[in-house]
């Protein structure tokens, strides 16, 4: 009998983590983070985490447990997903995976296997100062000549995984590209419902501008500075996020703080388009248009909630 595991994703900004909690005491599940930043202590106002009392009792996992130097990749969170998942079966609950990294979900879903190939610390470290000396785009350039679907998949800027891939072709002569699309054929170990909830395009964007706004707010840029002062530096997975490169870059000097704001609102929508193209390439997705349901989050929920009975997740409504 497979166990069961609810997946609820969707750009950035679209309202997930509301959406999350209505549905986690729906049907008495707990949430599973599958978010790249929120893992990070300390870096609460750029990735827009979720505060304790937004949680309404509601257990989360993978929020706030790493510091801003450790390395967090995605066999790092496959790991740690699995062992809250184990977690949550053994209190007899669902667990909710909620975040919009799409890979992570992915390497959770269908129990994706990293471990062909093992590690060649070598070739990385060459890449690594590569992309130090030639910059990340030169990395990428490397990267479409021997993988072209990867580097299309990949952002230049995510220099973490075009490392990756490249270490993968050096390492075995395969296209990570293949290895990940044979993979992706798997059949799923869970019974599951993978819903992904979207917003018109403009409204989303308009969303996003908001939320920037208020981040700035919030105070956006002593958060950024507060921990360049402990030493976190722009070479640290953490600071590469979306907000915090940025940031770095005004307090750096290298440019105004209106033009720092500009940028992150359009990497940021840019972002949740290229969420949306991944999201659309994956199977068995559950898509939920929120101006179908006219915004209305009973609405939603009542959706979703047919959805699982559907698939036996729980009892039929």
């Not at 270490?167 to 075995?172: L, R």
């Not at 979306?242 to 609102?265: F, P």
Request: contains cysteine.
């Amino acid at each position: 009998m497979k166990k069961s595991l609810i997946v609820l994703t969707g750009p950035t900004a679209v309202g997930k983590t509301k959406i999350s909690i209505s549905l986690a005491k729906a049907v008495d599940g707990e949430i599973i983070s599958a978010d790249s930043m929120q893992v990070y202590r300390q870096m609460d106002i750029g990735s827009a985490k979720i505060r304790p009392e937004e949680m309404q009792g509601v257990p989360h996992y993978l929020v706030d447990v790493l510091n801003p130097d450790e390395p967090f990749h995605v066999v790092r969170f496959q790991e740690m997903a699995k062992q809250a998942m184990s977690e949550i079966y053994q209190k007899e609950k669902i667990p909710i995976l909620t975040g919009g990294t799409g890979f992570y979900i992915q390497a959770v879903l269908y129990d994706i296997d990293f471990t062909e190939n093992g590690e060649d610390s070598t070739y990385r470290r060459e890449l690594e100062k590569l992309a130090k000396t030639e910059g990340a785009g030169h990395l990428h350039e490397m990267l479409a000549k021997v993988d072209a679907q990867s580097a299309q998949e990949i952002h230049a800027n995510n220099v973490k995984r075009v490392i990756r891939a490249l270490e993968y072709f050096h390492q075995t002569g395969q296209r990570i590209s293949e290895h990940n699309l044979c993979e992706r054929q798997k059949e799923s170990p869970y019974r599951f419902a993978y819903f992904v909830l979207n917003e018109e395009r403009e409204r989303l964007y308009e969303r996003i501008n908001l939320r920037v706004d208020q981040m700035m707010e919030e105070g956006l840029e002593d958060e950024v500075r507060r921990l360049k002062e402990q030493g976190f530096t722009r070479d640290m997975v953490s600071m590469q996020g979306l907000g915090y490169k940025e940031m770095l870059d005004h307090l750096d000097g290298a440019c105004s703080l209106e033009e720092a704001v500009s940028i992150i609102k359009r990497d940021t929508r840019h972002f949740a388009k290229r969420q949306i193209t991944w999201f659309k390439r994956e199977r068995d997705v559950i898509w939920i248009e929120k101006e179908e349901f006219h915004h209305n989050e009973e609405e939603i929920l009542e959706k979703m909630m047919a959805e699982l009975g559907k698939r036996g997740i729980i009892p039929k409504r």
